[in-house]
């Protein structure tokens, strides 16, 4: 167990919907990290937060969003969803800035399917 | 998280036997790598790491190499066991990027009884 939680696990949608997946880090991690994990592009980086504050953005499609509360739980936002956009989605956490101080702690992932 | 259906090169060998996985990265400027683990059903676990000043590192029953001069990152497991029939990902960052990972696109290793 990472200590990473992400919710829904699941989840099965149609084209066109909006959907909210959680995540909650690890105790004491400041950073949260979301990838998307698809069958033809492996582990893709779209957003970093920090404290509370947008660290490094990576290929996020402009319909996508999220925001790190100040309780540090994340959340990842996906609007106008299309087939595309089916993928297993992770949510992951460090202490400080992966690749300065190490590994990240992935979490379960939250798997979306879009009909 | 299920990497099963992840189009990826595999690498299949006899328990028992010693596996390498090999990565190549393409910055020039990296200077810290990562291998991670996946097994089905779960998300990605770390597994070793290096950076740049180094050339070898070992774990318990991991080494990972580096050859910066070919971009090239090697993690050999020895004596495998079925328990590490995964999926591997390598990662690198530099001090240039802000330190963000970016992920190979993975190798599935499956380990025959």
């Known amino acids: 167990d990472s200590g990473v939680t992400q919710t829904p696990k699941h989840l099965i949608t149609a084209t066109g919907q909006r959907v909210t997946l959680r995540c909650s880090p690890r105790?004491?991690?400041?950073?949260v990290y979301w990838y998307q994990q698809s069958l033809d592009q492996g582990l893709q980086f779209l957003i970093q937060y920090y404290n509370g504050e947008e660290r490094a953005k990576g290929n996020i499609l402009e319909r996508f969003s999220a925001q790190q509360f100040p309780d540090l739980h994340s959340e990842l936002n996906l609007s106008s969803l299309e087939l595309g956009d089916s993928a297993l989605y992770f949510c992951a956490s460090s202490a400080g800035l992966a690749g300065v101080s190490g590994e990240l702690f992935f979490g379960e992932g939250s798997r979306l399917t879009v009909l | 998280g299920e990497s099963v259906g992840l189009h990826l090169p595999t690498l299949s060998v006899q328990e028992g036997d010693n596996s390498i996985i090999n990565c190549a990265y393409s910055n020039s400027a990296s200077d810290y790598f990562i291998w991670y683990k996946q097994e089905s059903g779960k998300g990605p676990q770390f597994i070793i790491d290096i950076r740049s000043n180094m050339d070898k590192r070992q774990g318990q029953r991991v080494t990972v190499l580096l050859n910066k001069t070919v971009k090239h990152l090697s993690l050999q497991i020895a004596a495998t066991q079925p328990g590490d029939s995964a999926v591997y990902f390598c990662a690198d960052s530099n001090n240039n990027a802000g330190n963000m990972l970016t992920f190979g696109g993975g190798t599935r290793l499956m380990v025959k009884p």
């Open positions: 105790s004491g991690d400041l950073s």
